[in-house]
């Protein structure tokens, strides 16, 4: 339709005209929230007035529609529904949406007037909060917020100025994480060092060294054991072998003696090692 203004301010006037009559964003938000499609001729209008600053639109002609739409009231309107109040934030999130397109469009322009009246009704504000929002939305928002940074300088510095604001407050806030984190990391290893850390007068390793010198005891203990069975043992059985075993320990004891004494100790111990 903006195609067929052909630079006529009475053609402009009339399509305004009509589109204020036909667009009543109340009645598209209790739709939209019913999941229902306006009238064919309403979805015609609003896209009139989204595509009106599409690259290929006539700029004189766009520029005439957006000076109606804003005397006639249409911009306004527009604005109200974008900025109205709801308790329910998803719901005016949904209603926000095509209100937002229909800016989007206008804003393409580069209609100062326009942008100048975003300003005056400090709907800057309002958008920022939108565009963190996730859905259509969210992103529409975030479009507009873009295309004003590129207006006039008191737009340009207000986008400028709740951006600046908006990333201090998030450094803010990453820095309170960062306290909270470092805290509670502090908070737990002076915790350990009250109680000791592994236990009251204890080192991690004390529980592996007595259990590894555990092993050393018990078979030092069987070694003693098995030699008192065996010296039993052949205290038992030897009864028989008791003369070769004293022969034995006396051959012993003489041959000692003659290497301590001499050749007369020698032959001494002969004979009673015979005997």
Same mark, same amino acid.
């Not at 007035?49 to 804003?70: H, W």
């Not at 229909?102 to 942008?115: D, F, K, P, S």
């Not at 917020?145 to 604001?165: C, D, N």
């Given at each position: 339709?903006?195609?067929?203004?052909?630079?006529?301010?009475?053609?402009?006037?009339?399509?305004?005209?009509?589109?204020?009559?036909?667009?009543?964003?109340?009645?598209?938000?209790?739709?939209?929230? @019913?999941?229902?499609?306006?009238?064919?001729? #309403?979805?015609?209008?609003?896209?009139?007035?989204?595509?009106?600053?599409?690259?290929?639109?006539?700029?004189?002609?766009?520029?005439?529609?957006?000076?109606?739409?804003?005397?006639?009231?249409?911009?306004?309107?527009?604005?109200?529904? #974008?900025?109205?109040?709801?308790?329910?934030?998803?719901?005016?999130?949904?209603?926000? #949406? &095509?209100?937002?397109?229909?800016?989007?469009?206008?804003?393409?322009?580069?209609?100062?007037?326009?942008?100048?009246?975003?300003?005056?009704?400090?709907?800057?504000?309002?958008?920022?909060?939108? &565009?963190?929002?996730?859905?259509?939305?969210?992103? &529409?928002?975030?479009?507009?917020?873009?295309?004003?940074?590129?207006?006039?300088?008191?737009?340009?510095?207000?986008?400028?100025?709740?951006?600046?604001?908006?990333? @201090?407050?998030?450094?803010?806030?990453?820095?309170? &994480?960062?306290?909270?984190?470092?805290?509670?990391?502090?908070?737990?290893?002076?915790?350990?060092?009250?109680?000791?850390?592994?236990?009251?007068?204890?080192?991690?390793?004390?529980?592996?060294?007595?259990?590894?010198?555990?092993?050393?005891?018990?078979?030092?203990?069987?070694?003693?054991?098995?030699?008192?069975?065996?010296?039993?043992?052949?205290?038992?059985?030897?009864?028989?072998?008791?003369?070769?075993?004293?022969?034995?320990?006396?051959?012993?004891? #003489?041959?000692?003696?003659?290497?301590?004494?001499?050749?007369?100790?020698?032959?001494?111990?002969?004979?009673?090692?015979?005997?």
């Amino acid at each position: 339709l903006p195609f067929l203004l052909y630079g006529q301010t009475t053609l402009a006037r009339a399509l305004a005209s009509h589109i204020v009559g036909a667009v009543n964003w109340s009645d598209l938000a209790a739709l939209a929230e @019913q999941e229902k499609e306006p009238p064919s001729e #309403v979805r015609c209008l609003l896209d009139a007035a989204t595509s009106v600053g599409d690259p290929d639109a006539d700029k004189v002609s766009a520029l005439m529609l957006c000076d109606e739409f804003l005397s006639g009231g249409f911009t306004d309107h527009t604005l109200d529904a #974008v900025g109205s109040t709801s308790k329910d934030k998803d719901d005016k999130n949904l209603r926000a #949406v &095509q209100p937002l397109k229909v800016l989007t469009g206008i804003c393409r322009t580069l209609h100062e007037a326009t942008m100048h009246r975003i300003l005056e009704r400090g709907l800057i504000k309002e958008l920022h909060r939108l &565009q963190d929002t996730s859905g259509d939305a969210g992103l &529409q928002a975030e479009i507009l917020v873009e295309i004003l940074a590129t207006g006039p300088k008191e737009v340009k510095a207000e986008v400028g100025s709740l951006r600046e604001a908006a990333k @201090q407050r998030r450094k803010m806030l990453a820095q309170q &994480q960062r306290e909270r984190a470092l805290r509670a990391i502090q908070g737990g290893a002076a915790k350990m060092m009250m109680t000791g850390g592994f236990g009251s007068g204890s080192s991690p390793w004390g529980a592996s060294a007595s259990a590894s010198a555990s092993p050393s005891a018990s078979a030092s203990a069987s070694a003693s054991a098995s030699t008192a069975a065996g010296m039993d043992l052949d205290d038992e059985e030897g009864g028989d072998d008791e003369s070769t075993g004293a022969g034995a320990s006396g051959a012993a004891s #003489v041959s000692g003696s003659a290497s301590a004494a001499g050749g007369s100790g020698s032959g001494s111990g002969s004979g009673s090692g015979s005997g």
